[in-house]
């Protein structure tokens, strides 16, 4: 994971009064309190296109969870942080509903994810430190929360998750960074293999360079590497881990 850097306001379907979004909120917050607690969501107004294509662009096409290049090879999930439907503490748990349905048009609350960190991992689960404090409806306060789940936005993830090679890892053993990468499957065998695949020439850049003498050859391998760092980079954040161990 990566922390992404998201405008506060998003595309107008979610953030102008007189569009869909902030309509759908008024609406189903509006059935809220006429007894309604199960409810249907518009997958065109969360899922427009001009709130994926301005997710793909600020996540640079990666999933918000596994770093992993979305659209290379598939279309991607906009994917709802804290889950509209129905919330689970862990995956043996009844769902608990209504979800967060307040959030489900909430540009805050939407991130890009490939299909199997969404569909196969993360689904309804959101996994909270005292789940007696779960927000149950729009007058509860979020902040009174204290998800597990490290935060794209709000958090920085190189401080609740390193990576061993390949491997991530929970640094000092944190509960959030262990809720994160076991839940979202970061370990996931195929998704290893890919990093295993990237880790190859990434450490060999980084164990040449020191053999560089100065000159072209050496500023273009240290550009490079600077390169594998940067948020753009897939599995940047494990890039970074393997070129800081062999080069300080």
Request: neutral net charge.
């Amino acid at each position: 994971m990566i922390r992404i850097n998201k405008p506060e306001s998003g595309p107008p379907i979610l953030s102008d009064p007189a569009k869909r979004g902030p309509k759908a909120t008024a609406k189903i917050k509006e059935l809220y309190d006429a007894g309604r607690r199960d409810f249907t969501f518009d997958s065109g107004i969360y899922g427009a296109a001009s709130v994926k294509n301005k997710l793909i662009t600020i996540q640079h096409q990666k999933c918000s969870f596994c770093e992993s290049r979305v659209t290379h090879v598939s279309y991607g999930d906009v994917e709802h942080f804290r889950p509209k439907g129905g919330a689970q503490q862990t995956v043996d748990d009844p769902m608990s509903t209504p979800g967060y349905y307040w959030l489900a048009y909430d540009w805050g609350n939407l991130f890009l994810s490939c299909q199997i960190c969404n569909q196969r991992f993360k689904k309804n689960l959101f996994p909270l430190a005292d789940p007696t404090r779960r927000a149950r409806s729009h007058y509860d306060d979020l902040a009174l929360e204290a998800p597990l789940f490290i935060h794209p936005v709000f958090d920085d993830p190189v401080d609740f998750i390193g990576f061993r090679e390949e491997y991530a890892y929970a640094v000092d053993d944190d509960p959030r960074g262990e809720a994160t990468w076991k839940n979202l499957g970061l370990n996931r065998p195929e998704l290893v293999e890919m990093r295993r695949d990237s880790l190859v020439g990434v450490e060999l850049l980084a164990r040449t360079l020191p053999s560089l003498p100065a000159g072209p050859v050496r500023n273009e391998v240290m550009d490079h590497l600077d390169q594998l760092k940067q948020p753009t980079a897939q599995y940047s954040s494990m890039n970074a881990a393997a070129i800081r161990a062999i080069l300080g």
